[in-house]
């Protein structure tokens, strides 16, 4: 089949979906065509058009990689493989992934660091906050003992918390290597002045940020921190709030700055990039089920697309910033609050009373519970359908 189409490319995946209802799996090709941003589904069992050509202007060729997971009318399409050679060939190398990790220096310089990842074109396809213990530290940078740093740089990274991350972009690993800069912050601030260790690091050792020095590294770096969920887990689980930065603005690419606003009042003690199926979320907004009529929309965003979840505590870490979090948020409808509270998360980054920029806890009692509920579950997005299904129909 010919593989151009006007001006552009199509582009074919194969894609998997559960059916929450009938717990049926279905199999689709999916076609991308970038000239005019639209989709074609093929249903491979019955062998015939499942999905007529439409353009889909909020769907980039930058959103499908391998493991993404998209929603198209309501339903969660999980990207398992290339569907043809052409683009297997074209898009491998653009969607390379590489590992990057915020180390403790950098820590209180995130939101702007996340920033720039964003603002550079990356994507982030996972994220998690993390404490490493000196073992880990010294399991990480292995390949460094012996060396005459190697104690200082294992106890430092010990010494607070890291964000472990997974980018992709074309040429992930050389071009995160270029944004970090030299090794030494003070020969980044002298040849390189606007890169991220010159930027926020801090001297030979501490330098902000890690960066894979090739896809091999990439691969086990990331492994070594994502392999197992409960690797180095840093939520507090009490005096918490929780706050989600909601799929439409991590689609944005403005969570950085939405971190960084968060960090100059609140404190964040956990973080992660988390993915929810129609069912979690229907399961996480429980409670508004029946008493607000946007409950479905809600569902409905929340389960859109990756988005960033923070366990918030007060910065001296006393008393409970469930209320004084919900303030700094604002009221639940961006357009009233750009009119009530011009100065609130939900007036500067929320557009309407669904895609409002950011979910927050609404009562004292619920910070905990909330915040466990994300950081002490692990979510995928087709198993967890899946189990949600098997126990609806038990
Ligand atoms: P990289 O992080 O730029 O890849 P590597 O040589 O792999 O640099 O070193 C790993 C880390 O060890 C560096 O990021 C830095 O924190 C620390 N380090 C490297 N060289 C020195 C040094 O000469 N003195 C002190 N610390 C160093
Ligand atoms: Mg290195």
Known sequence: MDTRTGEGCRFAFNVRWLDPNTHLIWHYQLFYYTHDQSIEMFDIKNQRIFLKRVSHPEIHLEHLYLGASISLYSRQLIIESYGDEFSRK????????????????????????????????????????????????????????????YEALTQFMASGLCVAMDLVAENAVRRWRTLLGPTNSQDARDRDPNSIRALFGTDSTQN??????????????????????????????????????????????????????????????????????????????????????????????????????MEISNKDGQGNPVSSFREFCGPPDSQACRIVRPNTLRAKYGINKIKNGVHCTDLPEDGVLECKFIFKHSFNPFVDAMEYTNHNLR
Not at 106 to 129: P, T, V, W, Y
């Open 90 to 149: 074209h898009l491998q190398g653009f969607q390379e992934t590489t590992f990057a990790l915020i180390k403790p220096d950098g820590i209180k310089n995130m939101g702007r660091i996340i920033d720039l990842i964003f603002s550079n074109g990356f994507l982030i396809k996972e994220l998690r906050m993390c404490k490493l213990s000196v073992e880990d530290a010294r399991n990480f940078y292995k390949i460094h003992s012996g060396k005459p740093f």
């Open 208 to 309: 902000a940020c890690h960066g894979s020095d090739s896809l091999e590294s990439a691969k086990q770096e990331s492994d070594f921190f994502f392999r197992d969920r409960n690797f180095g887990s840093c939520a507090r689980l009490e005096n918490c709030t929780l706050c989600i930065i909601k799929p439409h603005l991590v689609f944005d690419g403005v969570a950085g700055q939405v971190i960084d606003l968060v960090l100059k009042k609140f404190d964040v003690t956990a973080m992660e990039m988390v993915t929810f199926s129609q069912p979690n979320a229907a399961e996480f907004y429980e409670i508004y089920k029946g008493v607000l009529p946007d409950f479905h929309a809600m569902v409905h965003e929340l389960a859109s697309g990756p988005f960033i979840a």
